[in-house]
């Protein structure tokens, strides 16, 4: 009797491989990794599943290649971790092989052997500071742990600083005394290490974090103690959702309305969203937290299939912050910087306090301009400018990554005397500015230029802590998730691109960052105050997020959605094309809309241009689907999916992305 296996292999193929385990007794268990033949090359593969075989098999029409070697005598991969894997592969619609080899750390994709021999876990001395939740925390901890091994998902929706953390750490210490283990995904791995110190503040049981910037050796290790039940918690972003545990009893998802959870290339997959099926396919409890929670999820909590919890007050009592909004219409801007602006950055420092100022752009300034002789600073391969960065005084195209030295004086090249003007206010900018109108003041930069490693980010939030630094100048980098207890005055330098973005997720993405921005404010002793610079003060939508909260606002924007058959209301998948020729794109999605017309469960749009048509010297179009129907979606876009693979278009690259967020 042989054994038949069905094996994943690394390819971008859609259908797994069959071979034949020579030896009867070569123990064959899915999961495990073997190395088989393929073509003249040996690759390694991840065994699916396997079955006993009669040697008269008639179902098997073509001759089947025998496994070369076992690499693994005990699976690496747990039955539920494939199960994930296939789902995975089955909603996204991607390569098998690829999922599941992009779940495994690199060096085990690389057949390196796992190694079997126990490491002691050093467990610290018990050193950890105790605390007690308030009321609001204890009744949102009850509700949780009443579903201990049921299949549960929560939305904790709690304002900034109402303490979301302390309850997970409560409810997390709560499942490790019964010896069970605890996944917490944050969306940026900028975000781990604050984490991690928090929780093992509290407690002493073994915690580690697992994200792409550890070293391979690393990854590794946090990998296999954890599938040996030899780690307790996991912090980490959102690959560790495929980590295999040995006894995982719980998920956390902290800001799960961050878009950074879905990756945004290759294995399109949404962290959130396969954390929910893995607490599904494991019957366990799943919290996913936010101050300003996706639609999707709030939609979920209305029609049932969430449990809503709240938690409304600030665990410190201070206030929400005051927010004040500047028309910029009215108080005209310097440099970005309007006189209310400055007036607050004063009061606040006479006060010693601390400042932060948020604004969405890396870089000086997003385009450079010669007044003279019209040049500007275009990228030749994109639809798009170059930035201009000071700091290392080039131009950088942030879409195909081109960067070359500039001459800030003459740029262009024009025969006359330059005059170059620079468009648009990034990080940078707003930093030579801010020196000059406080020159005593200490100031740090906070964007992935400046913060390029884990020592930085430390020193940063290290320095802050101290009072060391007075103004806080960045991105989305600066507010996500920070507690910083002197921060007082959140300035938003700009928010009229997102009030005017196309994209249907614009508004909401616009208040949420209002939201998140804001909650750095005044969040343990001091009223804090946000200023928001604005040339639509009157914006409605905007008006209510201030003046009743984003769940007003939410409720709000939802009718619209409603009425507009937008996602939640309907779901979406997108198919996205790319060519060196503009026509061969335009015209393949023609061919592809053609075949596939709107039927009455399903409507396409396009072909449309990509938000960025050109880049990199390629040419992208897009299909849009979208259904009432989910199921109805997946079906189709398989069906195009198929069709355009038959085609074999060497001269068209294309993508699907099932439940797009970077859609415009
Ligand atoms: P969120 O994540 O909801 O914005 P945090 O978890 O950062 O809020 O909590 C805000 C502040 O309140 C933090 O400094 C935190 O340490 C403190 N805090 C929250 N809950 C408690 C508690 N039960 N006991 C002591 N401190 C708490
Ligand atoms: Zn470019």
């Known amino acids: 009797m042989k054994n038949l296996v069905t094996v994943a292999l690394n390819l971008p193929i859609y259908s797994s491989f069959d071979y034949i385990a020579p030896n009867a007794h070569m123990i064959i268990s899915p999961g495990s990794r073997v190395e088989v033949p393929f073509g003249n090359k040996k690759l390694i593969g991840v065994i699916l599943n396997s079955k006993k075989m009669n ?44 999922v599941i080899f992009s779940s495994l750390p690199p060096k085990l ?26 009321k609001e925390q204890i009744d949102a901890f009850k509700k949780i742990k009443s579903k201990m091994g049921i299949f549960s998902p929560f939305l904790l929706e709690g304002v900034t600083g109402s303490g979301k953390t302390e309850l997970y750490v409560k409810i997390s210490e709560f499942i490790t005394e019964k010896k069970g283990q605890v996944l917490i995904i944050v969306p940026e791995i900028n975000l781990t290490p604050q984490t991690l110190n928090r929780f ?27 599938s040996y039940g030899n780690i307790d918690i996991v912090i980490g972003t959102r690959s560790s959702i495929f980590i295999p545990f040995k006894n995982l009893q719980l998920i956390i998802i902290d800001e799960e309305h961050d878009l ?18 893995r607490s599904r396919n494991n019957n366990i409890p799943i919290i996913m937290g936010s101050a300003t929670p996706s639609f999707e999820s709030l939609y979920n909590c209305s029609i049932g299939k969430y449990t809503h919890l709240a938690l409304k007050n600030r ?38 306090k601390q400042i932060i100022l948020y604004i969405g ?22 639809d798009a400018h170059m930035t201009y960065h000071l700091n290392e005084n080039k131009l950088w195209c942030h879409h195909c990554g081109f960067q070359t030295k500039v001459d800030i004086k003459k740029p262009c090249g024009c025969s006359n005397e330059c005059e170059i003007i620079p468009l648009g206010q990034g990080t940078e900018r707003v930093e030579v500015k801010i020196k000059k109108l406080f020159p005593d003041a200490k100031v740090m930069r906070i964007d992935s230029d400046a913060i390029n490693n884990t020592t930085k980010l430390n020193d940063f939030i290290d320095k802050t802590k101290n009072k060391d630094l007075d103004i806080l100048i960045g991105t989305q980098m600066l507010v996500k998730g920070h507690d910083f207890p002197d921060v007082t005055l959140v300035g938003i330098m700009d928010i009229d691109a997102g009030l005017y973005s196309l994209d249907f997720r614009g508004l909401e993405k616009i208040a949420q ?65 790319s060519s060196l020729n503009k026509k061969d794109s335009v015209n393949f999605l023609s061919k592809v809309k053609g075949n596939f017309p709107d039927g009455k469960n399903i409507k396409i749009l396009g072909p449309s241009p990509a938000p960025i048509t050109k880049k990199n010297n390629r040419f992208f179009y897009q299909l849009l689907l979208s259904s009432s129907n989910r199921k109805f979606l997946l079906q189709k876009s398989s069906e195009i999916r198929e069709y355009i693979m038959k085609q074999k278009k060497s001269n068209i690259r294309w993508s699907l992305d099932i439940d797009p967020i970077d859609l415009y």
């Open 315 to 352: 665990y410190f009592k201070t206030k929400l912050p005051s927010v004040t909004v500047v028309d910029l219409n009215k108080d005209s801007s310097d440099e970005g910087f309007s006189s209310e602006l400055i007036r607050s950055i004063q009061k606040e420092l006479d006060k010693k």
């Open 260 to 277: 950074s959870l879905k990756q945004s290339e290759k294995f399109r997959y949404h962290a959130r969203d396969v954390a929910l099926i």
């Open 109 to 134: 994709r690389k057949g390196k052997e796992i190694n079997s021999t126990k490491i002691d876990i050093i467990k610290k001395k018990s050193n950890s500071s105790k605390f007690n939740l308030n």
């Open 513 to 577: 960052l209002i939201v998140q921005v804001s909650g750095r404010s005044g969040r343990h002793s001091s009223e804090g105050k946000v200023l928001i610079q604005t040339r639509k003060p009157k914006h409605p939508l905007i008006i209510e997020l201030l003046k009743n909260g984003y769940n007003s606002f939410s409720n709000k924007a939802l009718v619209e959605r409603k009425s507009a058959s937008l996602p939640p209301f309907s779901y979406i998948s997108l198919f996205r094309v």
């Open 55 to 98: 040697h008269d098999v008639k179902e098997i029409k073509y001759k089947l290649k025998n496994i070369s070697k076992v690499i693994d005598d005990v699976p690496i991969l747990p039955n539920e971790v494939i199960k994930l894997c296939l789902w995975c592969a089955d909603y996204y619609q991607f390569p098998v092989g690829q």
């Open 200 to 226: 093992e503040k509290y407690l002493d049981c073994k915690i580690d974090s697992y994200h792409s910037s550890l070293s391979d050796q690393t990854k590794l290790k946090t990998w296999r103690e954890c």
């Open 361 to 382: 752009r890396r870089g000086f300034s997003h385009t450079l301009l010669c007044t003279k002789c019209g040049w500007t600073s275009k990228c030749l391969r994109c």
